[in-house]
């Protein structure tokens, strides 16, 4: 069935670092990717999204590209900062009214 | 921004005992949807609604759940029974359109059958 796995967490950072959080999906036809993400005491927010293979999705200094061939979905971010401390999930819908979402991956940012 | 509002934000119930939880999606929105995760597992599809009807339900949608949009405003999910493995964070959310547009969710109500 459809499925998406992430990468488990929790990710710790310095501030100014590299981000990449690893997403792989396994779907029949050609699915929708999404990242959400959930802030301390909200709910899970659209992050960014992208509906087909090559597309890159990006918001906030956040990029993930669609990639088809490797069936991926990385979240990557050049520099995080304190504020990008959440939880980010990975998550794809295929056609139906539903998505299928990761585990989630806990990321902290330390000054 | 409109925001879904969840209430209450923790509940905490004996086993057996029935549950509602309440969620009041953004005003004009059309599709709303249950989630839950478990904690440390995915978050997964409950049920979607439109039309003040069940459009889709997941396998854990089973025949002690339902859900009610009872007066226009309110969006309400009922576990009649609930057992241990009900313990979870539940999601509620809200879109325009279908679920490919953006996704509206609440901060989620934790649930703990004891």
């Known amino acids: 069935g459809d499925s998406v796995t992430q990468m488990e967490g929790p990710v710790t950072l310095s501030e100014e670092a590299f981000l990449t959080i690893n997403c792989t999906y396994t779907a029949t036809g050609y699915p929708s990717l999404f990242w959400y993400v959930q802030y301390p005491g909200e709910g899970l927010q659209l992050l960014l999204k992208a509906t087909k293979a090559d597309d890159k999705g990006s918001n906030k200094g956040f990029e993930a590209t669609y990639r088809k061939e490797t069936t991926s979905f990385h979240l990557e971010k050049g520099s995080v900062q304190v504020s990008d401390s959440a939880v980010y999930f990975c998550?794809?819908?295929?056609?139906?009214?539903?998505?299928?979402f990761g585990t989630g991956t806990r990321l902290t940012v330390i000054p | 921004e409109p925001e879904v509002t969840q209430t209450p934000s923790h509940q905490v119930t004996q086993m057996g005992q029935e549950v509602i939880l309440r969620c009041v999606p953004i005003s004009n929105h059309l599709y709303f949807y249950w989630y839950r995760q478990i904690l440390g597992q995915k978050v997964e599809f409950l049920v979607s609604?439109?039309?003040?009807?069940?459009?889709?339900k997941s396998e854990i949608f089973d025949d002690q759940f339902s859900v009610e949009r009872p007066d226009g405003s309110n969006f309400t999910l009922k576990i009649r029974s609930t057992k241990l493995e009900d313990s979870a964070m539940y999601f509620c959310?809200?879109?325009?359109?279908?679920?490919?547009?953006?996704?509206?969710f609440g901060s989620g109500t934790q649930l703990s059958v004891l």
């Open positions: 998550a794809l819908q295929t056609g139906a009214n539903n998505l299928f």
């Open positions: 609604f439109y039309n003040n009807e069940i459009s889709e």
């Open positions: 959310a809200s879109s325009v359109r279908e679920v490919k547009e953006k996704l509206f």
